[in-house]
């Protein structure tokens, strides 16, 4: 069929396609094969989604808060070493830098706290300091001595900021003491060791090797310096500036200076108990996983534990969305200390009103919640050496000042803050821990993970 000349086609009209054969068929502008395609396509892109959403209902996404020091990571420690004990067991050399600046770091603090204190002995006209002075008298020339041992230890205290550089990768924070801030992956920048651990493994693009070098110089620096740490450690004066409280330490400090002989030797590998033990401050937020087994079904379990410190609790808000569970740490044994960031605040105080925040907060309305009143081990040890609550929390009045009554004092004030403030009138699952303890720890862990797993089974509709 054929058109006069100069007609155009409209676009309802059929157009005849000549084909290569010489025949030809109508077409609406329409392919079979192109719509079976398209149609195929659709079909794996809704499988895929429902596979997707299928993996997003089985991930339990759960958020660990606390200000700083409260025991987060320590926490993340135990669930992997519960859960996935295999992962801990391959980063375990990696930790041995880390072991070694923790124990650097309370040489220095012991000897700078015992120059500021024997400096300043003599004009101390308190109670307190003549008591101090008169219990180191018989002791004779406490000054020569600690001045000998520091000459001798100058060459170790000199690696604390090299160590600290090469594994915080150059991060620091503005105001902050002397420290070891890390980021999500800091495991990345320690290089492998060789079997016999002494060593490292030559770097191939991987690592620097910077710091496999300060790590092994650190190490053979303890190794020559063992017997200083220990007589430092031992020295009367520095018992008794301990028991006056006059020397304060990072609270992992005295686990690892009774473990020298241990740690100082040449193929040392770090234990569990030193992994739970070492300080390490996160900068950030690191994403931990785990795969959990409950009632036959497999869910991924993502632990979020981010940095604490007072300006980095905004990095927190992303995060809170779609959290399934928070599991908020707060440390009763800081009754008597104050932050970093701000020395008239009392880390207590700081926590209530952490957690007045947290269950306030509407985008967490939804979000199970577990409290866990962290550190009980150390709260103890404060009680029994007669340091009496009252002189820092003035509320506490006349109670008695044993353990049951304080750490019953202490989690109804929790109590109370979620009863006032909670919005979305959940229950509150309060446990009291010392995440030293592995047994008791795990024993928590288990209950608290089928409690939050158990709870998104039910909101997700996958029972």
């Known amino acids: 069929m054929s058109k006069p000349p100069g007609h155009t086609y409209s676009i309802s009209e059929p157009i005849l396609v000549q084909s290569v054969g010489g025949t030809s068929k109508a077409s609406r502008f329409y392919d079979e094969d192109a719509a079976s395609v398209s149609q195929k396509i659709d079909e794996e892109l809704k499988r895929d989604w429902a596979r997707r959403k299928e993996v997003q209902r089985r991930q339990v996404k759960v958020m660990l808060l606390g200000q700083a020091e409260s025991g987060k990571s320590t926490l993340q420690k135990q669930f992997q070493l519960y859960y996935a004990h295999q992962t801990l067991e391959h980063e375990r050399p990696l930790w041995r830098p880390i072991v070694y600046f923790n124990v650097i770091k309370a040489v220095r603090m012991i000897l700078d706290e015992l120059d500021h204190e024997l400096s300043n002995l003599d004009s101390d006209d308190s109670t307190d300091g003549k008591a101090v002075a008169h219990a180191l008298a018989p002791l ?221 907060n509407k985008l967490l309305k939804n979000s199970h919640l577990v409290l866990l009143l962290n550190k009980t081990d150390l709260l103890k040890k404060k009680l029994e050496a007669g340091i009496k609550v009252r002189k820092y929390i003035t509320s506490y009045g006349d109670r008695p000042n044993t353990y049951a009554d304080v750490s019953e004092y202490f989690r109804a004030h929790f109590i109370q803050v979620h009863r006032r403030n909670d919005i979305g009138r959940r229950a509150l699952y309060a446990h009291f821990t010392s995440m030293l303890d592995i047994r008791a720890t795990q024993s928590i862990i288990v209950n608290v993970g089928e409690a939050i797993i158990r709870s998104h089974i039910a909101k997700t509709g996958l029972a």
């Not at 473990?259 to 234990?271: E, G, K």
């Not at 599991?327 to 970093?340: M, V």
């Open 140 to 360: 004779g020339d406490v000054s020569s001595d600690i001045s000998h041992l520091r000459t001798k230890l100058v060459a170790l205290i000199s690696m604390e900021d090299s160590l600290a550089s090469e594994l915080s990768n150059g991060v620091s924070v503005p105001g902050s003491r002397t420290g070891l801030y890390v980021r999500a992956g800091w495991q990345a920048l320690v290089t492998p060791l060789s079997p016999n651990r002494s060593r490292a493994v030559p770097a191939t693009g991987g690592p620097p090797p910077a710091v496999a070098h300060v790590t092994n110089l650190a190490s053979r620096t303890l190794v020559a310096a063992q017997n200083e740490i220990d007589e430092l450690w031992k020295h009367p004066a520095v018992r008794i500036l301990l028991n006056n409280r006059r020397i304060r330490l990072d609270e992992s400090a005295p686990f690892f200076l009774d473990n020298m002989t241990r740690i100082s030797q040449p193929d040392y590998l770090p234990t569990t108990a030193d992994l739970l033990n070492v300080r390490l401050q996160t900068l950030g937020v690191a994403e931990h996983s785990f795969d959990i087994e409950l009632c036959g079904s497999r869910y991924n379990w993502l632990m979020y534990d981010v940095g604490g410190a007072r300006g980095q609790r905004h990095a927190w808000v992303p995060y809170f969305d779609d959290a399934t569970a928070i599991i908020f740490l707060a440390p009763i044994s800081a009754f008597d200390q104050y932050l970093e960031e701000d020395a008239r605040t009392n880390r207590l105080d700081d926590s209530l009103q952490l957690f007045t925040a947290i269950c306030s």
